[in-house]
C-alpha cells in the first residue's frame, strides 16, 4: 500500500541515558524550535507538505487526520502554540535527540526499549484484536482492525504508525539497549534515510555513549533486518 515507504532503524547499545551535558540538547531543541516556529507560523497546517503526506497516509488506512495527527504534526502543532520556543516537554535524552532529529528533518521518529520487547518487531497492519496500552496508562485498549501498528509477539508497540507509543517499551533513565526510527512516505529517498540516522547515531554517541549494533533502512526491496 505504501511502495515508496523508507524506513530507518538504528539499534545501539551500552546507552547512559541521562542528562550530563549541561544543557546543549535543550539548547539545540530550542534552536529548531525557533526555526519551525520562523517557517510556519504564517502557514496552514494542512498545506504543509511533510504534514500533507502523513494526513493522506492515515486517511489510506482509515484513520481520521482531522482526529489522529501524526507525531510530526503533534509535534509541529506543540511548538506552534504559542509562538514562544520551548513547547516541547523535555524526557530524557535518547527521547529529546530523537525529537530533535524529528523536528529537525520534519519526519517522524520513535523507539523502544529493546530489553523490554518480546520477539520480533513489526509494522504491519492490525487485525483488531491486538492489544495496547499507552504511555503512562495501566489500562489496555484494542487496536482498531487495518490501522497500521508497531507490535512485537504479544501487543502493539505505537499505534496508527506514529500517534501514540506504548508504556511497556518507553525510553526511560535505565535505557540500555534502544532500537529507533525514522519513517519515511514519499518525501525521503533512502539515501537522506541514512544520512539521518548517521546524524541519529552521532548524536547519541556523544551525549550518551553506547555504540551501533545495526544501521539499516527497510524498504520493499529490504524488508527486515537481523541483529
Known sequence: MYPETQIGVLIMKDIKNNYTD????????????????????????????????????????????????????????????????????RINPLVDIYNLISIKHRIPAGGDDIEKISGNIQLTFADGNEKFRKLNSDEYEIADENEVIYRDEEEVLCRRWNWRECDKSKLTEKTEKVCLFVEGVQLFPKNVINEIIDELAELIEKFCGGSVICKAVLNSDNQSVEI
Not at 31 to 46: G, P, T, W, Y
Not at 73 to 82: G, H, N, V
Open 22 to 89: 549541561g544543557g546543549l540538547i535543550d539548547n539545540l531543541l530550542k534552536q529548531e524550535e525557533i526555526k519551525v516556529i520562523s517557517e510556519l507560523k504564517d502557514r496552514e497546517m494542512a498545506s504543509y507538505e511533510y504534514v500533507k503526506i502523513w494526513r493522506e497516509t492515515y486517511s489510506k488506512f482509515g484513520s481520521k487526520p482531522s482526529k489522529y495527527n501524526s507525531s510530526i504534526e503533534s509535534l509541529l502543532k506543540t511548538i506552534l502554540s504559542d509562538k514562544t520556543g520551548n513547547q516541547i516537554r
